[in-house]
């Protein structure tokens, strides 16, 4: 079990959550061995290494359930409304509505990409029309530290 909390725990480090990778006053706070399982099942079920999404999940929202960017983006794997309709979500901040969204999302951006990460998490931040418009990384800075976060992240896990 230690070894399951392991990666979760360098994560948080380098994102600065709590120390057991998650808010802990956070209305659906969840424990790191709880993500994890969600995390497991999602990737199974989508075909997505578990070590991407914990690495989105970290890059994201840092494990908290509850969180909302100011661009409106919601949840573990902050899904923006567009993204949640698509995929039928009744509740965005529900853990495992969200993680399975969000890593369906992300299935499908490595598909469209070939299977390039680098290109596919690039999409999950910017959106796929600037990676298509830029034909690769787009030129944005928040994009550009995004992406070396989440791959840092997936590379160390």
Do not use: W
Request: glycine share 8%; with cysteine.
């Amino acid at each position: 079990m230690r070894k399951l909390l392991g990666p979760f725990m360098l994560l948080c480090l380098l994102y600065g959550c709590s120390g057991a990778g998650y808010l802990p006053y956070a209305p659906h706070a969840l424990t790191p061995s709880d993500l994890q399982s969600l995390v497991n099942s999602a990737s199974s079920r989508n075909d997505v290494e578990p070590a991407l999404v914990n690495a989105v999940v970290m890059a994201e929202s840092a494990g908290d359930p509850s969180a909302i960017s100011t661009a409106g983006a919601q949840g573990l794997m902050q899904l923006m409304p567009g993204t949640s309709a698509q995929c039928g979500l009744s509740n965005p901040f529900d853990p495992p509505q969200n993680v399975d969204c969000g890593t369906r999302y992300l299935r499908e951006l490595l598909t469209r990409y070939s299977n390039n990460v680098e290109l596919a998490v690039a999409a999950y931040n910017a959106g796929p029309g600037a990676v298509d418009a830029y034909h690769g990384v787009p030129p944005y800075a928040e994009t550009r530290a995004y992406v070396s976060r989440v791959l840092t992240a997936y590379r160390n896990y």
